[in-house]
């Protein structure tokens, strides 16, 4: 019942940008937290940024002072605005979302399709 839909990577070159946007539907009472993960190809899934529903931002130290991420709660939308780009940027970036269905119900850890993002010249 809950979907969360990445859009906007694709192909760039070193030093360009993107901006990538997740966008969640569905019935639910509260997105707490959103954020982006990324996965490049025989590595682990790690944090790239999390924004929560007050603003609280927190930078993996490898997006610091290059990406931006912001958030539309009315939207119920994420952002993710990636400037210099650099080739180890490439991978598959995950939307994430904890969300509670209910006011008594526990956070729920909601994961989007992915998006590619590849940096090449």
């Known amino acids: 019942q809950v979907q969360l839909v990445e859009s906007g990577g694709g192909l760039v070159q070193p030093g360009g940008s993107l901006r990538l946007s997740c966008a969640a539907s569905?019935?639910?009472?509260?997105?707490?937290?959103m954020g982006w993960y990324r996965q490049a190809p025989g590595k682990e899934r790690e944090l790239v940024a999390t924004?929560?529903?007050?603003?609280?931002?927190n930078y993996a130290n490898s997006a610091k002072g290059r990406f931006t991420i912001s958030r539309d709660n009315a939207k119920n939308t994420v952002y993710l605005q990636m400037n210099s780009l650099k080739p180890d940027d490439t991978a598959v970036y995950y939307c994430?979302?904890?969300?509670?269905?209910?006011?008594?119900?526990?956070?729920?850890?909601?994961w989007g399709q992915g998006t590619q993002v590849t940096v090449s010249s």
């Open positions: 569905g019935s639910f009472f509260s997105i707490n937290v």
């Open positions: 924004i929560t529903r007050g603003g609280t931002i």
């Open positions: 994430n979302a904890r969300i509670q269905r209910d006011y008594y119900t526990r956070e729920t850890n909601y």
